[in-house]
């Protein structure tokens, strides 16, 4: 069966610091994967997708980066962060299904506070 | 540009009461539609999707959605609500084509026993 992990669980870094966030999904191959940011209030924001290795969209401009180094491993960075960067960040993955989006299947989550 | 509107933030309910939760999308194209899930401690898991065909889709633990086209709405029903449905829950909208998922801001369901 398919799994999906994310660390670390949580995180507390000064403003300004670099991030690395980290997601793998194990158990499937060629997934699309999906970087997600929930903030308070706002539902869950679309942040990056990638359908393939070193192909990566953003949705959103803002510090944050997105690199895809291996086909389940996807890495969610920034040299920078910001105080407005808290929040809790998802990872996800799905089965590319044709053109759309088939069920996408979440990962537990990186509670990311910054002072 | 897509976006999802879930009008109820916080909704309390004692057990055994119907539940029916609002989401309205504003795309004018086909689009395929979500009910996610979040209970308290556990990642997000789908609660139902519909895709095509019958318009009224039952998902786990009892949930129904309803889409009605000309009303761009997809509301999420249950008939008598447990105190284990306490949750938040998400309505996403997949705009045919695009490869990703909109999201509301979510309704968090606080069910008393």
């Known amino acids: 069966s398919q799994t999906i992990h994310q660390w670390p669980a949580t995180l507390v870094q000064p403003v300004g610091s670099p991030l690395s966030l980290e997601c793998t999904v194990e158990?499937?191959?060629?997934?699309?994967l999906y970087w997600y940011r929930q903030a308070a209030g706002r539902g869950l924001q679309l942040l990056f997708y990638?359908?393939?290795?070193?192909?990566i969209s953003s949705e959103v401009p803002q510090n944050l980066s997105a690199s895809r180094p291996q086909d389940r491993q996807f890495i969610l960075s920034s040299k920078k962060l910001l105080l407005s960067d808290s929040g809790f960040y998802l990872c996800?993955?799905?089965?590319?299904?044709?053109?759309?989006?088939?069920?996408?299947?979440f990962g537990p989550g990186t509670r990311l506070t910054v002072l | 540009a897509q976006s999802v509107s879930q009008h109820n933030h916080h909704v309390i309910l004692s057990e055994a009461a119907s539940l029916e939760l609002g989401c309205n999308y504003s795309?004018?194209?086909?689009?395929?539609l979500f009910w996610y899930v979040q209970y308290p401690g556990q990642h997000l898991q789908l609660l139902l999707k519909y895709f095509s065909g019958d318009p009224l889709v039952k998902g786990i633990k009892g949930f129904e959605a309803e889409f009605i086209k000309s009303k761009f709405s997809f509301n999420l029903r249950k008939p008598s609500v447990q105190w284990s449905d306490t949750a938040e829950y998400f309505c996403a909208v997949n705009p045919t084509g695009f490869q990703k998922l909109v999201f509301g801001t979510g309704t968090r369901l606080l069910v008393s026993p």
């Open positions: 996800a993955w799905s089965v590319p299904s044709g053109a759309y989006t088939d069920t996408q299947y």
């Open positions: 795309y004018g194209g086909t689009v395929n």
């Open positions: 990638s359908i393939g290795i070193d192909q």
């Open positions: 158990g499937t191959s060629n997934p699309n």
